[in-house]
Structure formats: C-alpha cells, structure tokens
C-alpha cells in the first residue's frame, strides 16, 4: 500500500484515525493496540506471508531486551560486571544480522559460489520483505538502548507499535525507544489536537505533490539510467 495511493488516502488513514481517537476515549491501550493492528494490516497488505517474520522478529528482539535487563538486575544485586547482558547483546545482533544478510544476499552468494565453483548449488528465489533494514536496525537500536540502561518502559503493546508504526515502517527513518516511548505514555496523543491534525495534512499534501507532480515524471527519465 503506497502512501500515494486511493487505498490509502480514502480507506486506510481516516479508518486508523478514526478508529485510534474513537478507543482511545475508552482507553489509551486500546488506541495503541488498534494502531499497532492497523499498521500490522498496512505491512501484510503487500503480502501477508511476511507478517509472520516481522512479528517473530519483534516478540524475539522483545524478549532479548527483557533478558537484558534481568540481567542487569542481577549482576547489580550481586555486584557483578554485566558480562552477561552483554553477550546477550552480541548474539541479538548477529542474530538480527544473520536474518537481514539470509534475505539481501543468500541468492547472490549461491549463485555465485556456483557459477565459479560449479557445485550445483541452488536456492529458490529469495523474496526481500519490504522494509527488512528498517524494522531489524531498528530493534538492534532498541537492544543497544537497552544494553545501556536507556530503555525504562517494557510495555509489549507500545513496543509493537514503535517497530511497526506504519509511517515509518517502510521507509524509515530507524526509530530510537527512547524517544517514542514517552509519546505513547503522553496522555495529550490520544487527544485531537486541531492544529497538528492542520500541520500533519499540509505537510501530508506538499510531500504527495512532490512525489506526483515531480519525483513521479522525473522517474521516467532516471529509471533508464539507474
């Protein structure tokens, strides 16, 4: 689902907006669920099969954090180094890392180590879920955030939603918990607030003519060369 497209200007965004101000006048953590949902929706809507990747990613990276951070507690109570947590650290990212370079490069590396060895090595073709670099740096940042005692919410619910908030989720910027967490926990986001709401539509309104009226004709030209 394009931010340009029909879909999702007239069903998805109001639908989420509306249904995210309409729970949260019941309750913050419905809002949050429902907006962590509609994001999920938004991401299986280019194909479905990776929901499940993205969402073992998340509950794995959630539970590496936890297990950071017990054993931080320890190591404080029974005056220790933290050696530990940080090993801990270590294997998340290679962890992290490892599932990034299996879906950006296992293709190349096969085919390659076949055409020059001729092992008769073959993979089937490796489909790169949308937004893999975006959502994997980001949880590293959190597990980083967390080895240094920065991260001080665990709510599984906000934590879904910082990895998956769908305006970033495919296209970035990488997120920092520290920085999104106290959003979430702000009483003030689950109110209409009129003036962001204007902002928010202005600044909505010049990034789609930029891409329509500009980037989209330029593309035509560029695609040839790039």
């Known amino acids: 689902?394009?931010?340009?497209?029909?879909?999702?200007?007239?069903?998805?965004?109001?639908?989420t907006l509306l249904g995210f101000f309409w729970l949260a006048r019941r309750s913050h953590a419905y809002a949050a669920a429902w907006l962590a949902?509609?994001?999920?929706?938004f991401y299986g809507y280019w194909n479905p099969a990776y929901i499940g990747l993205l969402l073992g990613s998340i509950v794995c990276n959630y539970a590496f954090g936890l297990w950071m951070?017990?054993?931080q507690l320890r190591a404080q109570s029974q005056l220790g180094s933290g050696g530990r947590k940080k090993h801990i650290l270590?294997?998340?990212?290679a962890a992290n890392l490892s599932l990034l370079a299996y879906y950006k490069y296992a293709n190349f590396f096969v085919s390659?180590?076949?055409?020059?060895?001729?092992t008769g090595w073959n993979v089937s073709n490796i489909i790169l879920p949308l937004g893999i670099s975006f959502f994997t740096f980001t949880q590293i940042a959190f597990l980083v955030d967390t080895y240094q005692g920065k991260v001080k919410e665990y709510n599984f619910i906000h934590y879904v939603l910082f990895v998956t908030y769908f305006p970033h989720l495919i296209a970035g910027p990488v997120l920092h918990h520290?920085?999104?967490?106290?959003?979430?926990?702000?009483?003030?986001?689950?109110r209409i607030n009129w003036?962001?709401?204007?902002?928010?539509?202005?600044?909505?309104?010049?990034g789609l003519?930029?891409?329509?009226?500009?980037?989209?004709?330029?593309?035509?030209?560029?695609d040839g060369i790039f």
């Open 195 to 206: 003036e962001h709401v204007a902002t928010g539509l202005m600044l909505f309104t010049l």
């Open 90 to 93: 270590v294997f998340a990212i």
């Open 178 to 190: 520290k920085e999104m967490m106290p959003q979430f926990a702000r009483p003030s986001t689950y």
């Open 1 to 15: 689902m394009l931010f340009n497209s029909y879909i999702f200007i007239f069903g998805f965004l109001p639908v």
């Open 37 to 41: 949902l509609a994001s999920l929706f």
């Open 112 to 118: 390659n180590v076949d055409a020059v060895l001729g």
């Open 209 to 222: 003519c930029k891409k329509t009226l500009w980037a989209d004709p330029i593309a035509a030209y560029t």
């Open 69 to 71: 951070a017990k054993a």
